[in-house]
C-alpha cells in the first residue's frame, strides 16, 4: 500500500523535530472562558505570527536543527552564527471541554485521554509520596489544567523575551490565566557535563528511529536502521494519521516487521497530524541517591561508578554496559574500564546503541531491571511467542523529550540539598495506553520483567519506579537486594499536540 509521507509544516515541532535547545520554559494554562481562549489561540495559530505555533512547525525546526549540528561539526559554535526561538501549545481534554468542542467530538476520544492522568494513578503506580494528592498546585486539581505552553530558546535573555511577548497580547490576557511555570535547563554540573540529568547520567541517548526522518547510516547493508542499534519505525507510531508497526514478525526477517501497519487514529477526525503528549515533573532526591550507589558499593566491593551503570545500564557518560556489536565476546566490565569515562562513545551515533541484550540472557553484564533494559526491551522476549516478542516491542516506544529542572547539587555549581530539582519528563506517542502507559504498568513498575532466563524475579525499575523501594536483581547468581527509589512524581497531565491547521480551525470555531 501507498505510504503516507510527513506533512512536516503541519506538524508542531517539538514532535518530530524536538525543540533540543537549553532553554525551556511549561506554562500550565487555564482558560478563562471558550471565546476568549479561542481568540488567543487563533493569535497564537496564525501564519503571520512571528513567535507562534506555525514557524515552530517540525519542518522548520529540523531544518534549524540540521545545520545546528553541521556547524558544530565543523568545530563551531553554532549560537554565535543561529538562534531560534520555538512555541508548542498542547490541549487537555478538559480544556477541550472547556472550548467548547463539540460532544460527538469528545465523546470519541480515549477513555486514557479523557480520564487524565491523575485519575490513572494505579496503573502509573503513583503511590506514596507520588500520590496524586501529593502533587503541587495546579496538578493536585486536574481538571483546572487546560493547556501547556512550551516556549523553546537558545538563551535565558531570548527564552524570556519571547515568552513576554506572547504573554503581553490581549488576547493571553483576556483568554487564559499562567497557573505554573516550570523552568527546564540543560545542566551544568561541576565536572563541566551538560545534558544529564541531575543523578549525573546523560539522558535521551536512546530514541528511536522515524522512517522518512532519520535516513539509515548503511542504507544498502542496513536499510531498516537509521544509526546502528536504531530501528527504524513508521512516524504513525507518535503521529496519528500515518503508517504504523506491526506486532508480529515478518517470516525469514531478523528485526523488527518492517512492513507497514494501518495508519493510527484516535479521537475525532481532525487529530490527523497531531500527538498525544505526556507530560511529568519529576522530583530526584539526588543526594540520597548517591548515597546508596555508595553504600551499595562498599557492601558489593564494587566502584561506585560501576554499581550506578548496574542500575541505569549506562555509565554516567552515556557508555553501555553491554558490549556493542564490533566487540569480541565475552565483554568484561571491572571497576577500572577505561570505558566509563569516555563519553566519546556515547556521542557516537555509530557507538552508543550498537548493542542487543540477547548475548546476555542472565543479566550478567546489565542486569535484567536495569533502567534501560526495563524501559526499552530491544530484542528480549517479551511475551508467550518469542519470534513476535521484537516487533511487539517497538509498539511501545516512545519519543522523549525530556530537560532537567532545578540547580544541580553541591559546589561549585551551588545548589543545596532542599532545593526542588528534577525531570521535566515528556513523550509523543499514537496512544498513550499502549505505550506510556503499558511501559510504566508492564515494563516498569513490574518486578517479573523482563522473564529472565534463569526463572528469577528481575525487580523494579531502580531509577523511575515510584514506590519507595522494591527488589533488584543486581547479580542473578545471588538473591535479589532492596533498592530504595528516589524520583517522585510531582505532577503531571495528559494533552493533545494538534496540527497546526487543527490549532487554527480550533481558534477560528471551525471546530
Given at each position: 500500500?501507498?505510504v503516507?509521507?510527513?506533512?512536516?509544516?503541519?506538524?508542531?515541532g517539538n514532535?518530530?523535530g524536538?525543540?533540543?535547545?537549553?532553554?525551556?520554559?511549561?506554562?500550565v494554562?487555564?482558560f478563562?472562558?471558550?471565546?476568549?481562549?479561542?481568540a488567543?489561540?487563533?493569535?497564537l495559530?496564525?501564519?503571520?505570527n512571528?513567535?507562534g505555533?506555525?514557524?515552530?512547525?517540525?519542518?522548520?525546526?529540523l531544518?534549524f536543527?540540521?545545520?545546528?549540528?553541521?556547524?558544530?561539526?565543523?568545530?563551531?559554535?553554532?549560537?554565535?552564527?543561529?538562534e531560534?526561538e520555538w512555541?508548542?501549545?498542547?490541549?487537555?481534554?478538559?480544556g477541550?471541554?472547556?472550548?467548547?468542542?463539540?460532544?460527538?467530538?469528545?465523546?470519541?476520544?480515549?477513555?486514557?485521554f479523557?480520564?487524565?492522568?491523575?485519575?490513572?494513578?494505579?496503573?502509573?503506580?503513583?503511590?506514596g509520596?507520588s500520590d496524586?494528592?501529593?502533587?503541587i498546585?495546579?496538578?493536585?486539581a486536574?481538571?483546572?489544567?487546560?493547556?501547556?505552553?512550551?516556549?523553546?530558546?537558545?538563551?535565558?535573555?531570548?527564552?524570556?523575551?519571547?515568552?513576554a511577548e506572547?504573554?503581553a497580547?490581549?488576547?493571553?490576557v483576556?483568554g487564559?490565566?499562567s497557573?505554573l511555570?516550570?523552568?527546564?535547563?540543560?545542566?551544568?554540573?561541576?565536572?563541566?557535563?551538560?545534558g544529564?540529568e541531575?543523578?549525573?547520567?546523560?539522558?535521551?541517548?536512546?530514541?528511536?528511529?522515524?522512517?522518512?526522518?532519520?535516513?539509515?547510516?548503511?542504507?544498502?547493508?542496513?536499510?531498516?536502521q537509521?544509526?546502528?542499534?536504531?530501528?527504524l519505525?513508521?512516524?504513525g507510531?507518535?503521529?496519528?494519521?500515518?503508517?504504523?508497526?506491526?506486532?508480529?514478525?515478518?517470516?525469514?526477517?531478523?528485526?523488527?516487521?518492517?512492513?507497514?501497519?494501518?495508519?493510527?487514529?484516535?479521537g475525532?477526525?481532525?487529530?490527523?497530524?497531531?500527538?498525544?503528549?505526556?507530560?511529568?515533573r519529576?522530583?530526584?532526591?539526588?543526594?540520597?541517591f548517591?548515597?546508596?550507589?555508595?553504600?551499595?558499593?562498599?557492601?558489593?566491593?564494587?566502584?561506585?561508578?560501576?554499581v550506578?551503570?548496574?542500575?541505569v545500564?549506562?555509565?554516567?557518560?552515556?557508555c553501555?554496559?553491554?558490549?556493542r556489536?564490533?566487540?569480541?565476546?565475552?565483554?568484561?566490565?571491572?571497576?577500572?574500564?577505561?570505558?566509563?569515562?569516555?563519553?566519546g562513545?556515547?556521542?557516537?551515533?555509530?557507538?552508543?546503541?550498537?548493542?542487543?541484550?540477547?548475548?546476555?540472557p542472565?543479566?550478567?553484564?546489565?542486569?535484567?531491571?536495569s533502567?534501560i533494559r526495563?524501559a526499552y526491551?530491544?530484542?528480549?522476549?517479551?511475551?508467550p511467542n518469542p519470534a513476535?516478542?521484537?516487533s511487539?516491542t517497538?509498539?511501545?516506544?516512545l519519543?522523549r523529550?525530556?530537560?532537567p529542572?532545578?540547580?544541580?547539587?553541591?559546589?561549585?555549581?551551588?545548589?543545596?540539598?532542599?532545593?526542588?530539582?528534577?525531570?521535566?519528563?515528556q513523550?509523543?506517542q499514537?496512544?498513550i495506553?499502549?505505550?506510556?502507559e503499558?511501559?510504566?504498568?508492564?515494563?516498569?513498575?513490574?518486578?517479573s520483567?523482563p522473564?529472565?532466563?534463569?526463572?528469577g524475579?528481575?525487580?523494579e525499575d531502580?531509577?523511575?519506579?515510584?514506590?519507595?523501594?522494591?527488589?533488584f536483581?543486581?547479580?542473578?547468581?545471588?538473591?535479589?537486594?532492596?533498592?530504595?527509589?528516589f524520583?517522585?512524581?510531582?505532577?503531571?497531565?495528559?494533552?493533545?499536540t494538534?496540527?497546526?491547521?487543527?490549532?487554527?480551525?480550533i481558534?477560528s470555531?471551525?471546530?
Open positions: 500500500m501507498a503516507r509521507e510527513l506533512e512536516l509544516d503541519d506538524i508542531q514532535i518530530i524536538g525543540f533540543n535547545k537549553d532553554y525551556q520554559d511549561f506554562v494554562l487555564k478563562k472562558s471558550g471565546p476568549a481562549a479561542r488567543w489561540i487563533q493569535e495559530a496564525d501564519d503571520s512571528e513567535f505555533v506555525a514557524v515552530s512547525s517540525s519542518e522548520a525546526v531544518k536543527n540540521a545545520q545546528f549540528k553541521a556547524l558544530k561539526g565543523e568545530g563551531k559554535e553554532p549560537e554565535r552564527f543561529i531560534a512555541t508548542s501549545l498542547s490541549i487537555s481534554y478538559a477541550m471541554q472547556a472550548l467548547g468542542i463539540a460532544a460527538t467530538d469528545l465523546a470519541r476520544f480515549p477513555t486514557d479523557k480520564a487524565g492522568m491523575a485519575s490513572r494513578k494505579a496503573i502509573l503506580n503513583d503511590v509520596s496524586p494528592s501529593t502533587w498546585a495546579p496538578f493536585d486536574p481538571g483546572t489544567v487546560h493547556a501547556l505552553l512550551t516556549v523553546a530558546a537558545d538563551s535565558e535573555a531570548r527564552l524570556k523575551l519571547r515568552l506572547i504573554r497580547t490581549g488576547a493571553f483576556a487564559v490565566e497557573l511555570l516550570v523552568e527546564g535547563r540543560t545542566r551544568k554540573d561541576a565536572k563541566g557535563q551538560t544529564h541531575h543523578f549525573g547520567f546523560k539522558d535521551g541517548v536512546s530514541q528511536p528511529g522515524i522512517r522518512g526522518i532519520n535516513p539509515p547510516d548503511d542504507p544498502i547493508g542496513n536499510p531498516n537509521g544509526h546502528p542499534g536504531q530501528d519505525l513508521h512516524p507510531e507518535f503521529v496519528l494519521g500515518y503508517a504504523t508497526q506491526r506486532p508480529v514478525a515478518k517470516a525469514g526477517f531478523d528485526g523488527p516487521n518492517p512492513i507497514p501497519g494501518d495508519p493510527s487514529a484516535s475525532p477526525a481532525w487529530t490527523d497530524n497531531g500527538s498525544y503528549l505526556v507530560f511529568r519529576l522530583a530526584q532526591d539526588v543526594p540520597a548517591h548515597s546508596q550507589v555508595a553504600s551499595l558499593a562498599a557492601a558489593h566491593g564494587m566502584h561506585p561508578d560501576l550506578g551503570a548496574k542500575l545500564g549506562r555509565y554516567q557518560s552515556g553501555p554496559l553491554e558490549a556489536a564490533f566487540q569480541p565476546s565475552p565483554f568484561h566490565v571491572s571497576s577500572t574500564d577505561p570505558e566509563r569515562f569516555q563519553p562513545v556515547a556521542d557516537s551515533d555509530s557507538l552508543n546503541n550498537n548493542f542487543e541484550f540477547g548475548d546476555d542472565l543479566g550478567q553484564v546489565c542486569p535484567m531491571a533502567h526495563k526491551p530491544r530484542d528480549e522476549t517479551t511475551q513476535d516478542s521484537e511487539e517497538q509498539t511501545h516506544r519519543l523529550r525530556g530537560i529542572f532545578g540547580r544541580s547539587f553541591g559546589a561549585p555549581v551551588g545548589g543545596d540539598a532542599g532545593d526542588p530539582r528534577g525531570l521535566v519528563f513523550c509523543y499514537k496512544s495506553a499502549s505505550q506510556f503499558f511501559v510504566q504498568q508492564s515494563w516498569v513498575n513490574k518486578a520483567f522473564p529472565g532466563a534463569n526463572g524475579v528481575p525487580g531502580p531509577i523511575i519506579a515510584q514506590s519507595a523501594s522494591g527488589p536483581q543486581l547479580d542473578p547468581s545471588k538473591p535479589n537486594i532492596p533498592v530504595k527509589h524520583v517522585t512524581t510531582t505532577g503531571g497531565e495528559y494533552f493533545l494538534p496540527s497546526i491547521s487543527t490549532l487554527q480551525k481558534g470555531g471551525a471546530i
